[in-house]
């Protein structure tokens, strides 16, 4: 059976040598909308969808999951899947169909002259779900040259086609083999998930040590060393945060209900767990969830959600926008216009009760169109870290509680973080990059920056000035910096890849460190370009996996 992840277990692939694969058709999506190829559908046969511009979403079987570059997807005969790529930005989706037999299915040594059994599928590929991959411009020159056989009228240049899409397939195979997660990681995810599926129940860390099949101290430590916090916690936290889902304005139960539902049968003890993890009581997130709050701007989004607050409104061209609606509340985020004229005739027929924008991006004359409609809150044009402007929302929306203790919450699980690696952390040199076209840019401040830096207290390498804004680096002095840890973002551009494909051939990156972990982390764009509290908790739970074998 395959993990969570859809990686195949160690020895899948020894079965291959009785498969053999055909490749029905292939085609590039630059948008999955409307009357298109992956509207809902039963499959007929395999499905390989490789992502390699724009970012998207996938259900399988009604499981949601996201379409990015850098990650496959493999579906199997006989699921329901629906597809769609963001409308923002640069598009791009493979989208090849297969089949795949077992050598039973052809003519057997001794019965020459029997044809091949019918076409039915007697196989199934080695694994299914999503996969990372080491180059997304590898596996996109792969499908053009496939593409481009498929599509000729030559008899020989359509079999070059089967015989390029075996090589993909060996690329593909290959990176799933080498970088599948390892056993623990896969062990905790399990519980993870069932401690999801489960959260109703009386759950202890003696049957969740159970379920994973090890020690009690083991489960402990490992736990916690995964997710930065106690397997308990993490049940709390669920817990409270599904009790949320039944708090909001279209729903109509009552609180003792909510209570026993979600596994607490002390209606008090359930009140004191949720305002510990909320900040507020359960009787005033109900009374402020009736609130209409309009997020103006996109990437204000993040710091409503960690205060408890599902946006009434939200721009429907921000890349998160979609991903939040689906995290949270399915179907509760109304989706605004992309021009200021409209957007304001929408709130005009909406009455919000709050609009949270942006000073800088609103001219006077649209900041007095929106004060007239409802109580208009406006982040500062002048810079302001994220903690800031979390406490400036929160006092803004009667919510300074609620931002005091996300805040609370998220030192402690900083410092929880820090203490689980068993390195000193202020002992490691990290160099954080971007590469985007012809400049190679240093992330030393906000974002990622902030939270290794300041919050984790990693040491900047030797090239890193942090009094620098914008600091760039030509691709030698990249390739001389004395650190032990890099976190690269590579632009998908061709420019890009081919920095980063010279710096990837080179000495010292190209090989492990004494200990032998790897030196270098690939890491996509986004969202570690953006800057609001729910993205730096994103980057505080992502340390975790990057030095995973460090731990």
């Avoid at 949601?64 to 923002?88: F, H, K, M, T």
């Avoid at 052809?106 to 996969?131: D, K, N, V, Y």
């Avoid at 990176?175 to 998930?193: C, F, G, I, W, Y």
């Amino acid at each position: 059976m395959n993990d969570k992840n859809g990686i195949p277990p160690a020895g899948t692939f020894g079965q291959l040598n009785q498969m053999w694969f055909r490749l029905r058709s292939i085609e590039q999506n630059s948008s999955l909308t409307g009357e298109c190829s992956l509207r809902l559908q039963f499959l007929e046969s395999h499905l390989l969808l490789i992502p390699v511009s724009g970012r998207g979403w996938i259900t399988v079987d009604g499981k949601y999951s996201e379409l990015r570059p850098g990650y496959v997807s493999v579906c199997l005969p006989g699921q329901l899947i629906e597809a769609q790529l963001d409308s923002s930005g640069e598009l791009g989706l493979y989208i090849l169909r297969f089949d795949v037999f077992g050598l039973r299915d052809l003519p057997g040594p001794h019965e020459p002259h029997e044809p091949a059994s019918s076409p039915e599928l007697h196989c199934r590929f080695p694994w299914e779900g999503e996969a990372a991959v080491a180059s997304t411009i590898t596996y996109s020159k792969h499908c053009e040259a496939i593409a481009a056989s498929m599509r000729s009228d030559n008899g020989l240049e359509r079999l070059r086609a089967q015989s390029r899409f075996y090589e993909l397939l060996y690329s593909l195979l290959s990176d799933a083999d080498q970088l599948q997660p390892s056993d623990t990681d896969a062990v905790m995810e399990r519980v993870k998930t069932y401690i999801e599926q489960h959260y109703r129940e009386d759950l202890s860390i003696a049957l969740l040590a159970g379920e994973a099949g090890i020690s009690v101290r083991h489960f402990i430590r490992l736990f916690k060393q995964r997710y930065g916090l106690s397997a308990i916690e993490y049940l709390t936290e669920y817990r409270i945060r599904q009790a949320r889902s039944f708090m909001l304005p279209h729903t109509n139960y009552e609180l003792k209900d909510i209570a026993a539902y979600v596994g607490y049968k002390d209606i008090a003890y359930f009140r004191r767990k949720f305002k510990q993890v909320t900040g507020v009581a359960p009787a005033t997130f109900m009374r402020n969830a009736k609130l209409k709050i309009v997020a103006y701007h996109g990437n204000l989004i993040g710091a409503l959600l960690t205060l408890n607050i599902i946006p009434f409104a939200a721009p429907a061209d921000h890349p998160w926008t979609e991903y939040y609606r689906r995290k949270y509340e399915p179907g509760a985020v109304l989706p605004l216009a992309e021009d200021d004229e409209s957007r304001i005739e929408q709130l005009a027929s909406l009455r919000p009760d709050y609009i949270l924008g942006l000073e800088q991006t609103l001219s006077p004359a649209i900041q007095q169109q929106l004060g007239e409609l409802a109580s208009t809150y406006l982040v500062p044009r002048h810079p302001m870290d994220w903690r800031t402007q979390l406490r400036f929302i929160g006092d803004c929306l009667g919510k300074s509680k609620e931002a005091a203790a996300w805040l609370n919450r998220y030192e402690r699980k900083a410092k929880s973080i820090r203490a689980d690696f068993v390195f000193e952390p202020a002992s490691v040199r990290l160099l954080i990059a971007r590469i985007s076209a012809q400049t190679i840019t240093v992330m030393s401040n906000r974002s990622l920056g902030e939270v290794l830096y300041d919050d984790l207290q990693f040491i900047p390498a030797n090239v890193v000035n942090r009094k620098l804004e914008g600091q760039t680096l030509t691709l030698e002095e990249l390739e001389s910096a004395d650190t032990d840890k890099l976190l690269l973002i590579v632009d998908e551009d061709a420019s890009s890849q081919a920095i980063w494909s010279r710096l990837r051939d080179k000495a010292p990156w190209k090989h492990p460190d004494s200990a032998g972990y790897s030196r270098v982390e690939l890491l996509p764009p986004f969202p570690w370009t953006e800057y609001n509290s729910f993205t730096q908790e994103l980057i505080l739970e992502l340390a975790l996996s990057l030095w995973r074998n460090w731990t």
